[in-house]
């Protein structure tokens, strides 16, 4: 089960930041970060925000993968796309993408927890660091990265 919140106001730009060690990335429109994921051991909602519990990015085996998506100024859409893509040597793989229904366009925060065989379902099964984005019909939401070991 995902969960989402309403931003009540505009938020600022988190960070912006060319990806893929500062080259454009193929196939993604405005490769710009907008918004931030950060991973942790689970998160908390608190009522209007969520926060992550015990931050971390690498992850051993069994070892459940929560997330806070940011996204400044709402995701924009009512059916956003989250990817995950393997890097290595400075290249991301796409694995798998899926859609993400979203209640309110205003939306600006997205929570969720993994456990070992949800990974498998979006393809990540192996020791490897993992980038998750959000997408909106190509154009880039929110990204962050994960290992897996």
Known sequence: MSSFRRGGAALLVVAVALLNGGALVPGVAHARVLGTIDFGANYKDAGTTFTIVGAKK???????VAYVAHIPGGAGT???????????????????????????IT???????????NMADYGIVRPATYVM?????????????????
């Open 58 to 64: 690498t992850f051993g085996p069994g070892e459940r």
């Open 78 to 104: 009512k059916h956003m796309t989250v990817a995950f893509y393997q890097r290595s040597a400075g290249t991301l793989t796409l694995i798998s993408k899926h859609p993400w229904n979203v209640t309110t």
């Open 107 to 117: 939306d600006t925060e997205f929570a969720n927890r993994y456990t070992e065989s």
């Open 133 to 149: 984005r959000f997408l909106n019909h190509g154009k880039l939401l929110a990204q962050g990265w994960f290992k897996r070991t």
